[in-house]
Antibody, heavy 114, light 107 residues
């Protein structure tokens, strides 16, 4: 069974940093692109970042480019999202996702507020 | 970035209705459109992939279609378990982009 388990969320002040983690199991992690998707409260879904199988290629929308960094550790079957210079508009539930078959984690809440 | 214009934003429905939700892509995305269902407090679930293909375990009352740059999700004979939010996604080009979502509500 595929499992994606996010961790690392919480309350953080504007301008500060936070790092999310996603532990993957039930599939060969190194064979798949991975992604982060977020959803602000009562809003739609927003694609945040994608990383290639080796980690050599990453993709971001303009809303987070230069502030967020996606990375992975294939030996640990883990995905990460380093979020810097956080803004109130980054407040959302962040989902780890495996595109393709499209599996999702349960999500982790990030609240950016003073 | 490619825009996915989803309509309607909300819809009041009755059990047994046939419901159609549409996303219009701002540029060609080919067949690379998924549809997701999301219930309150839950992660999204993929319903349709590559515009017209039913995902595993999805009831046959769900279907996807394409006409040019318009992509549609149709639910035939709506059941209570289908009342949810629905989102389209284009994954032809990075950054992948979602539509704004459609909320189905019972009359």
């Amino acid at each position: 069974e595929v499992q994606l388990v996010e961790s690392g969320g919480g309350l953080v002040q504007p301008g500060r940093s936070l790092k999310l983690s996603c532990a993957a199991s039930g599939f060969t992690f190194s064979n798949y692109y991975m992604a982060w998707v977020r959803q602000a409260p009562k809003k739609g879904l927003e694609w945040v970042a994608t990383i290639s199988t080796s980690g050599s290629r990453t993709y971001y929308p303009d809303s987070v480019k230069g502030r967020f960094t996606i990375s992975r550790d294939n030996a640990k079957s883990s995905l990460y999202l380093q979020m810097n210079s956080l803004k109130s508009e980054d407040t959302a539930t962040y989902y780890c996702a495996r595109p393709g078959p499209f599996d999702w984690g349960q999500g982790v809440m990030v609240t950016v507020s003073s | 970035d490619i825009q996915m214009t989803q309509s309607p934003s909300s819809m009041s429905v009755s059990l047994g209705d046939t419901v159609t939700i549409t996303c219009r892509a701002s540029q060609d995305v080919g067949i690379y459109v998924n549809w997701f269902q999301q219930k309150p407090g839950k992660s999204p679930r993929r319903m349709i992939y590559r515009a017209t293909n039913l995902a595993d375990g999805v009831p046959s009352r769900f279907s996807g279609s394409r006409s040019g740059s318009d992509y549609s999700l149709t639910i035939s004979s709506l059941e209570s378990e289908d009342v949810a939010d629905y989102h389209c996604l284009q994954y032809d080009e990075y950054p992948n982009t979602f539509g704004a979502g459609t909320k189905l509500e019972l009359k």
